[in-house]
């Protein structure tokens, strides 16, 4: 239901609300004000696109989103990705591939594919979130330790290698100032939660630093002042190759936004109780990265640490999220000019603890016991993102989980001789009253089982089992009670099995075929190949199909065997041909 959360939570408000979600809405303002800052700078822009992005992505995706309590804006997972497109092709560049993925944002909403990131792998989420997390931390060891060095490489390795170059030139003053960060941050919840730490280290160190007139570098000092207003809406200007260029990166931007945003809003009905409309929350993600590009910001999703600071304090509709984006703008527009006095060694502190907490380590470790194939989707796009590319590394990542995934399927699905049960020792099935043991087979025919979805994967497999047939049975019978569902590549190969063993004088039938496959093979040519009466839904049926062929009478189905359903011809729920 495309219909924003704001305007369901509206029909019953009522002022003890408002005033919990003015409360929660200045507090998580006030946690979102460094973290704002902090992710645009390590993104490789001005610290106010970080403001501006909160701001207007915040509000949009507030007043717009599927999630009652969902509070958008710059998050730690774009950081590589803006980065990169930053150094190639500048803001413009980052802009037009943030308008894009707005665009992508909204498509998906609006054809309901909401649900459809649920089917993104669980390693391939935790590898590159991980991932992230390494990189935002080594990003930050020049400003933590007040290294004094050029540029810092883009690349992993080469960046510690510049790092160890620089090592004797650590600043202590630097050290002292994140060193003091870092230890309000994570001491200060034991004093109270409800003033968030990151804000009360930024004014701390921040103090400390004018107050000692300690040597480090501020914002102000490298970036000079913070405007204190927001910019005018704007296009980007780009040529049609940049453009072109920028498809991928727009691809993994809108793949982030809705991946987070929607981890998010679970998250949050968690705590809630709730249940969020996902395609609803993802259009909101697009018109605010349609939005945050125009004003100068970057891309944005849903950030879980600042929700669940929102649920915390008492938030319960979007309007928490409306104040927090409100309250951004008046710091900016009344004391944005103070931001400049920030040290550059405080908001490396607040990252290094963002990243920290982004790293999952205990979830990673215990990924590492998973099954090999998670494991090497885990590793494997941990390793790509940190060594090679963010986009490469999702692209890969998707891709080997699904290689392995039909693997596995495969591995689950079977051909197997049932006929040959009958000479082995021991009576396995003799519980099973529909199993052929219980049954007579005639001599000069083969019954064939397959367990398992038979995709193809599978195909392959199957098609190998019937051609290692030494003996060529006059009636072949392919038992399918275990086959939930089949694929193209499936009839092709129960095809190609038929019109082999029709030149071999071989009869083909089908048996306990269940409802997918029954359609399938309705909407195929091979229903008129095998013919609909030869295809059955008991093997006493097909069995007593089989003796007519041999020109043998029928026979009484076992004891407690289950009763034939006669089947309507043609087969109901299968569509008809012209």
Known sequence: ????????????????????????????????????????????????????????????????????????????????????????????????????????????????????????????????????????????????????MGDVPAEFADKWGAYADAIGTISPQAVLVSGAALAIILLWPRVTQRIPGAFVAL??????????????????????????????????????????????PAFTIALLAAIESLLSAVVADGMIGGRHRSNMELVAQGVANLASPLFGGIPATGAIARTATNVKNGGRTPVAGIVHAATLLLITLFFGRWAALIPMPTLAAILVVVAYHMSEWRTFRTELRSPKSDVAVLLTTFALTVFVDLTVAIEVGIVLAALLFMRRMAEVTNVSVITRELDDEGDLYATDTNAVRRREIP????????????????AEQFKDTLGRVARKPKVLIIRMRNVP???????????????????????????????????????????????????????????????????????P???????????ETPAAGVPQRD
């Open 1 to 148: 239901m495309l219909v924003p959360k704001l305007v369901t939570t509206l029909r019953t408000y009522d002022r003890k609300q408002f005033s919990a979600d003015l409360t929660a809405g200045v507090i998580v303002g006030i946690v979102a004000l460094p973290l704002a800052i902090a992710f645009a700078i390590a993104s490789g822009v001005t610290p106010e696109r970080g403001l501006y992005t909160a701001i207007v992505a915040g509000f949009l995706i507030s007043a717009l989103g599927g999630s009652r309590v969902q509070i958008g804006g710059p998050t730690g997972a774009f950081i590589v990705i803006v980065y990169g497109i930053v150094q190639q092709y500048g803001y413009d560049g980052l802009a037009v591939a943030t308008l894009m993925a707005g665009g992508m944002l909204i498509v998906l909403g609006v054809a309901r594919l909401g649900t459809a990131i649920k089917f993104i792998p669980y390693p391939v989420i935790t590898g590159f979130t991980s991932a992230i997390a390494l990189i935002i931390f080594s990003s930050q060891v020049k400003d933590f330790l007040g290294l004094r």
């Open 203 to 248: 004014i701390a160190t921040t103090v400390m630093a004018h107050v000692l007139n300690l040597p480090v570098e501020t914002i102000g000092s490298r970036f000079g002042a913070i405007p204190s207003a927001l910019p005018s809406p704007s296009l980007p200007d780009v040529t049609a190759a940049q453009v072109a260029a920028l498809v991928g």
């Open 443 to 458: 001599k000069g025919v083969e019954v064939y089982e397959i367990n398992g979805p038979f995709f193809f994967g599978a």
């Open 485 to 555: 569902a089949i694929d193209s590549t499936g009839i092709r190969a129960l095809a190609d099995v038929v019109r082999r063993t029709r030149k071999e004088g071989t009869l083909v039938l089908l048996s306990d075929v269940h409802a997918q496959p029954l359609v399938a093979l309705g909407r195929s040519d091979l229903l008129d190949e095998i013919g609909d009466d030869n295809i059955f839904g008991n093997l006493d049926d097909a069995l007593n199909r089989a003796r007519a062929e041999l020109g043998e009478p029928p026979a």
């Open 557 to 567: 189905p076992p004891e407690g065997a289950t009763p034939t359903v006669r089947r």
